[in-house]
């Protein structure tokens, strides 16, 4: 169901743009991926979850030169704009592309110190995860 719905928010998204001229999977697929190392700590102070999409200006290399959010709560905006900027893209005839971040905070616990899972769908798909509290599983001496 969250996977129609990611769907669903991209095709209506890129609707417009989608009866002008086709866009094919290689037109934006990224030559590379900046990775989050984190879920954006402003968001996860708040416990807010959702949707970003991002509009990305790209210059004749394909690298980002403008983000801009088209969707998305204020407190996941920010940090998801300054990892947007980082990727490198194909080429295309629009040179644009659509990106769409999901965040999710899962009820679990992390492990160690994991704070954040990043996963890439290609060719624009990122899913942002990370969990409600901290586990520590190290043995301590007395």
Not at 103 to 118: A, M
């Amino acid at each position: 169901m969250r996977l129609f719905t990611l769907s669903a928010i991209l095709l209506f998204t890129l609707g417009g743009c989608l009866f002008a001229q086709e866009i094919k999977d290689e037109d934006i697929f990224p030559n590379r991926i900046q990775e989050m190392d984190h879920y954006p700590l402003d968001g996860l102070a708040r416990h807010e979850q959702g949707v970003v999409v991002v509009r990305a200006k790209l210059d004749n290399d394909g690298d980002v030169i403008d983000a801009q959010a088209i969707s998305g709560k204020q407190s996941l905006i920010r940090e998801t704009l300054e990892n947007a900027k980082k990727w490198k893209f194909a080429v295309n005839a629009q040179k644009t592309v659509i990106l769409v971040y999901d965040y999710k905070i899962d009820k679990g616990g992390c492990y160690r110190s994991l704070t954040g899972q990043f996963i890439f769908y290609a060719p624009n798909l990122v899913t942002v995860r990370s969990c409600e509290a901290l586990i520590n599983t190290g043995t301590s001496t007395h």
